[in-house]
């Protein structure tokens, strides 16, 4: 099982290199950030970032191929991976939908899981020529080539964030070298997107086991388990608006419950969205809780569902206030629950 962090870049810059810096010194397998106008540039942070660390590797968790041109990734992640000597990774999907809809872009008339299908062709053609003269449904190139070339052996692994399925989690198995689930907790869920992933992986020919699957989800770790889970209710909140109906019947909700809470998301009335968002919602679309807890929910619901790598992404009382404005105490910053993970859960895993 392996372990990252991803971070929404919220934070002073400083703060967030040393973050990355404890991740690199602990042992994570990656340092991951979200790519959203919403938030700083990951491109700037890791560029910061990568002459202070050693072994962490780096990358967009997701990165999107409606606001983001797929040759200007492979340019952006080429470039960053000689920075870091070959610790780079792409984890790329069609992009947040809330996103997309505040840059009034018609995505659902646009047949995103094809476009996204395009754009891994186009970006490891890029990745690995340098090159490209090609002529699809959604880009266009002649004679197109860059100097900007990655140095790990192998290549920079492309990765798929999905949510939804079926067809997703089918083509992350039968072209991506894995797949990044996010906001799924449950077994249910797990046992879904493995399922597919692995199908579209033998339909392929390809070998299942090689695949990373990974969990991406909203984590909160602290020896006060009601002060963590309090933590990641106000910040799970912000996510429902994200996850499909069919996520979230995965997790025995029905999308009509929620409704309420959405809506008052949307009329800037968060204490409201947070009140109507009642616990047991939150325990069911979080990782939260003491380490032992947390142990204890990936190794009864994640791990025996064919999950490997798991992607956390760590909220803290700064984090919290920013969103709501609610002071949370009793929450250790991000460097303590990093600190946290690497002593009690990781040890757990091996």
């Known amino acids: 099982m392996r372990f990252s962090y991803c971070m929404l870049p919220d934070y002073s810059f400083d703060e967030m290199i040393d973050m990355i810096k404890t991740a690199d010194e602990l042992g994570f397998h990656a340092c991951y950030s979200v790519d959203e106008t919403w938030h700083k540039d990951l491109w700037v942070l890791f560029s910061a970032a990568a002459r202070e660390t050693k072994n962490i590797r780096f990358g967009p968790n997701v990165t999107h191929v409606f606001l983001r041109e797929p040759t200007l990734i492979c340019q952006q992640m080429a470039s960053l991976d000689e920075l870091t000597g070959g610790r780079t990774e792409i984890v790329v999907s069609t992009g947040n939908f809330g996103l997309l809809s505040q840059y009034n872009i018609d995505w659902e008339g646009q047949k995103p899981l094809s476009r996204l299908k395009e754009a ?194 760590l909220s803290d009382p700064a984090l919290v206030k920013l969103f709501s404005g609610e002071d949370v105490p009793n929450v250790p910053n991000i460097q303590g629950q990093l600190q946290l993970v690497h002593d009690r859960v990781m040890p757990a895993f091996g």
């Open 120 to 313: 891994i062709h186009v970006m490891r053609t890029f990745l690995a020529d340098g090159a490209i003269t090609f002529e699809g449904d959604f880009f266009k190139y002649s004679g197109l080539y860059t100097f900007a070339r990655p140095v790990q052996e192998g290549g920079i692994p492309i990765k798929m964030g999905a949510m939804k399925g079926p067809r997703s989690f089918r083509t992350a198995g039968e072209i991506a070298d894995g797949m990044h689930q996010a906001l799924a907790y449950s077994r249910e869920a797990y046992d879904y997107s493995s399922g597919l992933l692995k199908e579209g992986a033998e339909k392929a020919g390809r070998d299942y086991a090689s695949l990373d699957n990974g969990a991406w989800v909203v984590t909160v770790v602290s020896e006060d388990s009601a002060a963590a889970k309090q933590a990641a209710r106000i910040l799970v909140a912000f996510y429902i608006s994200s996850m499909p109906a069919e996520q979230l019947a995965r997790h025995g909700i029905d999308a009509s419950e929620l409704a309420p809470v959405v809506e008052a998301l949307g009329a800037g009335d968060v204490k409201k969205a947070v009140s109507l968002f009642e616990p047991h919602y939150a325990e069911k679309l979080s990782l939260a809780g003491t380490p032992e807890e947390v142990v204890e929910k990936i190794k009864t619901d994640l791990e025996p569902a064919g999950v490997n790598h798991m992607i956390l992404a």
